[in-house]
C-alpha cells in the first residue's frame, strides 16, 4: 500500500506541475482582463502540435521544439485577442467567456482538420523506466516536472524583477490607476498573452510527453485546471501553483477508492468545497 501511494503521489506531483503551468496562465488573463479564458485548453493542444511539427518534419528533440512551440503559441494567442478579444473588451466579462467558448471550438476543429483525430506521440517505442525502490519514474517525468520548476521560477523573476512584471501587478491591482499613472495598459495586455500563450504551450508539450497528443488534449484538464487556479485564488498565479500540486496530488490519490474515470470528479468536487468554504482561495489577492 505504501509503495502504491508513493507511486501515485509522484504521479500526481508530474499531473500537478502540468496543472500549475495552465493555471497560471488562467490566473494571469483574469488577473489582468477580468475574465476566464475558457479557450487556455486549447491553447495548450495547439502549442502541443506545434512542438509536433518541429519534431516530426524537422527532427529536432522535443526539449529543443518547446521554446519555438511556445514561441508560435504566443504568436498565435496576441493574434486571437488582436483579432477577437479586443473588440469586446469594455464589454460585459459574460460576452469575453463566451467569445473565448467559441473560440476554443474554433481551434479544437482547427487541430483536427489539419493534423487528424488520431492519437499521435513525439517519440515512440519503449523507454524504460528508472527503478528506485519499488518505485517507477520514468524520464519524461523528470522532464515534466524539471521543465516545470524552471518556467515557474522564470515567471517569479519576471514578475519581481522586471518593470514590465512590475507594470503587470500594478494593472492586476487597479486598472483604472495603472493608467492615470502612465502605464502603458496595451503592452501590458500584449505581455499577459505572451505569457499565458508560452505558459498554454509548455503545459500542452508536458501533458502530450505524459499521455498522448490529440485534438482532445487540452479540453480534458480544462476543469482540473480551472480547479487548480480557484482553489488557489483565481487571480493570483502563485495560488495556482499551490493549486496546481493540490488537484494533481489529489485526483491521483483519489484511484485509491474511487475509479480513474472519475479523477475530474474529484477535481470538481475540490473546486466546489473551496468556493463554499473559502471563495477567495487558498492565497487571495492579485498578482
Known amino acids: 500500500m505504501l509503495a502504491d501511494i508513493l507511486q501515485l503521489l509522484m504521479f500526481g506531483i508530474v ?4 496543472l500549475a503551468l495552465g493555471a497560471i496562465g488562467i490566473s494571469v488573463i483574469f488577473g489582468i482582463l477580468r475574465f476566464a479564458h475558457f479557450a487556455h485548453g486549447d491553447l495548450m493542444t495547439v ?3 506545434f512542438a509536433l511539427l518541429f519534431v516530426a518534419v524537422l527532427d529536432w528533440p522535443v526539449l529543443l521544439a518547446l521554446p519555438a512551440a511556445m514561441a508560435l503559441t504566443a504568436v498565435a494567442a496576441v493574434l486571437i485577442d488582436r483579432v477577437l478579444y479586443r473588440h469586446f473588451r469594455r464589454s460585459s466579462p459574460v460576452v469575453l467567456l463566451i467569445s473565448s467558448f467559441g473560440m476554443a471550438l474554433v481551434l479544437r476543429s482547427l487541430v483536427q482538420i489539419v493534423a487528424g483525430s488520431e492519437n499521435q506521440v513525439y517519440v515512440s ?12 519514474i520514468k524520464p519524461d517525468h523528470l522532464t515534466i516536472v524539471a521543465g516545470a520548476v524552471v518556467l515557474v521560477a522564470a515567471f517569479h523573476l519576471f514578475l519581481k524583477k522586471t518593470t514590465m512584471g512590475k507594470a503587470m501587478r500594478a494593472m492586476s491591482d ?13 503592452r501590458v495586455v500584449l505581455w499577459t498573452w505572451i505569457i499565458g500563450g508560452c505558459l498554454a504551450a509548455a503545459a500542452g508539450v508536458f501533458l502530450a510527453l505524459d499521455t498522448r497528443l ?7 484538464v480544462l476543469l482540473p485546471m480551472f480547479a ?8 493570483r498565479p502563485y495560488g495556482a501553483i ?3 500540486l493540490v488537484i494533481g496530488i489529489a485526483t491521483e490519490l483519489s484511484t485509491l477508492v474511487f475509479l480513474p474515470a472519475y479523477k475530474p470528479a474529484v477535481a470538481f468536487i475540490f473546486m466546489l468545497i473551496v468556493l463554499v468554504w473559502r471563495p477567495t482561495g487558498i492565497f487571495k489577492g492579485s498578482l
Do not use: H, K, M
Open 15 to 18: 499531473f500537478g506541475s502540468i
Open 47 to 49: 502549442g502541443a502540435y
Open 242 to 244: 499551490a493549486g496546481g
Open 174 to 186: 487597479n486598472p483604472d490607476l495603472a493608467r492615470i499613472s502612465g502605464i502603458d495598459t496595451d
Open 125 to 136: 517505442g519503449i523507454t524504460l523506466p528508472l527503478v528506485i525502490g519499488e518505485l517507477r
Open 214 to 220: 490529440n485534438p482532445q488534449l487540452g479540453w480534458n
Open 228 to 235: 487548480a487556479a480557484i482553489v488557489g485564488g483565481i487571480g
